[in-house]
């Protein structure tokens, strides 16, 4: 099975633009799908396919796909915006579920 | 209102068993493949198993295979987790989440969760 990589924590100003990515083999095969999880929670999808939204997740949440990494971007980040987020997809046998290891993201 | 609720979980020594549950409402549940996706304290998001919709095949992690059974029974609309010869390190959140699958035209598919349980508390210890 293939690993999914994500920086630990990222830091982002209220109101800014923040980009998290997720880097790994299989992403080059099966798009990324992202969940953010707040402490006591269970997670909730956020960004799946190649750019879509859940009923409910606002516009600012956006995905995006190149090669081998994919991103999760939040434009004009929120209080509330402040979470652990996590990657997702198969590995690249297609048999496996791989998550990344999360990024919890500050904001400032 | 789609919903999934786990139960089941609690303290167990280290080699015993234990069977979580995750009932499911407000959707076909039969029409879905389902997982179980574990968080050790303070850890990341780990999946455990999944299994199609009629039960026939059945996949695990490494780390659990040979010691976890997923099973469904879909005329109680309800998800399982057999877990046995328990170990400190299986000691987690264990959430039952719903399968979905998204084709992106001419590009491949995304694979994602779309529906969670608020999760189950397992503590394996002596």
């Known amino acids: 099975s293939s690993e999914l990589t994500q920086d630990p924590a990222v830091s982002v100003a209220l109101g800014q633009t923040v980009r998290i990515t997720c880097q790994g083999d299989?992403?080059?095969?099966?798009?990324a799908s992202w969940y953010q999880q707040k402490p006591g929670q269970a997670p909730i999808l956020v960004i799946y396919?190649?750019?879509n939204r859940p009923s409910g997740i606002p516009d600012r949440f956006s995905g995006s796909s190149s090669g081998n990494t994919a991103s999760l971007t939040i434009t004009g980040t929120q209080a509330e915006d402040e979470a652990d987020y996590y990657c997702?997809?198969?590995?690249?046998?297609?048999?496996?579920?791989?998550f990344g290891g999360g990024t919890k993201l500050t904001v400032l | 209102e789609v919903q999934l609720v786990e139960s089941g979980g609690g303290l167990v020594q280290p080699g015993g068993s234990l069977r979580l549950s995750c009932t499911a409402s407000?959707?076909?549940?039969?029409?879905?493949?389902m997982y179980w996706v574990r968080q050790a304290p303070g850890k990341g998001l780990v999946w455990v198993s999944r299994?199609?919709?009629?039960?026939?095949?059945?996949t695990y992690a490494d780390s659990v295979k040979g010691r976890f059974t997923i099973s469904r029974d879909n005329a109680k609309n309800t998800l399982y987790l057999q877990m046995d010869s328990l170990r400190a390190e299986d000691t987690a959140v264990y959430y039952c989440?719903?399968?979905?699958?998204?084709?992106?035209?001419?590009?491949?598919?995304?694979?994602?969760?779309?529906?969670w349980g608020q999760g189950s508390l397992v503590t394996v210890s002596s």
């Open positions: 396919g190649k750019n």
């Open positions: 997702n997809s198969r590995d690249s046998s297609a048999t496996h579920v791989v």
């Open positions: 989440a719903r399968g979905n699958i998204v084709v992106v035209s001419g590009s491949g598919y995304s694979y994602y969760f779309d529906q």
């Open positions: 407000g959707f076909t549940f039969s029409s879905y493949w």
């Open positions: 299994i199609n919709r009629d039960g026939s095949s059945t």
């Open positions: 299989s992403l080059r095969s099966y798009y």
